[in-house]
């Protein structure tokens, strides 16, 4: 399993601003290794993000996403210890969920 999504999301002005940062190596199938193999793809395929249960960012990742995607979001609404989940899914049926407080 992957490394914890680390996510940070503060609020201001009834702005909330969520940062994320999804530990993935991100492969897009077109490296070659040290013997000159290809490297099979390997990649984030879908993203949600959920503020108390309503979905407030939907989204498609491709090949051309860097290694350990970085992401920044904001959504209106939120209150400090409000919950923020984050999900994924990879091309290997591989998925995470993590959450975080709204501080």
Do not use: C
């Amino acid at each position: 399993m992957s490394a914890p999504t680390k996510i940070r999301a503060t609020i201001k002005d009834g702005v909330t601003e969520v940062r994320v940062l999804m530990q993935h190596e991100m492969e897009n199938g077109r490296r070659k290794d040290e013997a000159g193999n290809l490297i099979p793809a390997w990649f984030i395929t879908e993203i949600k993000a959920q503020h108390n249960g309503r979905t407030v960012l939907e989204g498609r990742f491709g090949t051309s996403v860097s290694k350990n995607p970085y992401l920044i979001f904001r959504f209106r609404g939120g209150a400090p210890g409000d919950k923020i989940v984050l999900s994924w899914r990879d091309n290997r049926g591989d998925a995470r969920s993590d959450e975080a407080a709204i501080s």
